[in-house]
């Protein structure tokens, strides 16, 4: 069984930047896609990147601003945000699937989700 458990989320300015990282508790194929998605109040989960061996698909609204990178040693995901902006507020769940999805039905493993607000 795997567990997944991110952290690092917080309270930010707009502009400041944050790193969430996910880790995880029992084997997870090094073949597998580890994702990030994001859930605003009121609002449907959303897809913000995911990562295959060394290949990342960012959501447009993220890309150029959050890079999503795996340690390969310890299998350790993280999201770093920059440039975050009111609109990126959410709770923000890692992922893990057998296939690079934007779906959240394709992932198998979920964190509890870590909360990120960005407000002056």
């Known amino acids: 069984q795997v567990h997944l458990v991110e952290s690092g989320g917080g309270l930010v300015q707009p502009g400041d930047s944050l790193q969430l990282s996910c880790t995880a508790s029992?084997?997870?194929?090094?073949?597998?896609?580890m994702a990030w998605f994001r859930q605003a109040p009121g609002k449907e989960r959303e897809f913000v990147s995911a990562i295959s061996w060394t290949i990342t698909f960012p959501a447009p609204s993220v890309k150029g601003r959050f890079a999503i990178s795996r340690d390969r040693d310890t299998g350790t995901l993280y999201l770093q945000m920059n440039s975050l902006e009111p609109e990126d507020t959410a709770v923000y769940f890692c992922?893990?699937?057998?296939?690079?999805?934007?779906?959240?039905?394709?992932?198998?493993?979920w964190g509890q989700g870590t909360q990120v607000t960005v407000s002056s």
């Open positions: 992922a893990a699937g057998p296939r690079g999805s934007l779906y959240s039905n394709d992932y198998t493993y």
């Open positions: 029992g084997r997870i194929d090094s073949k597998s896609t």
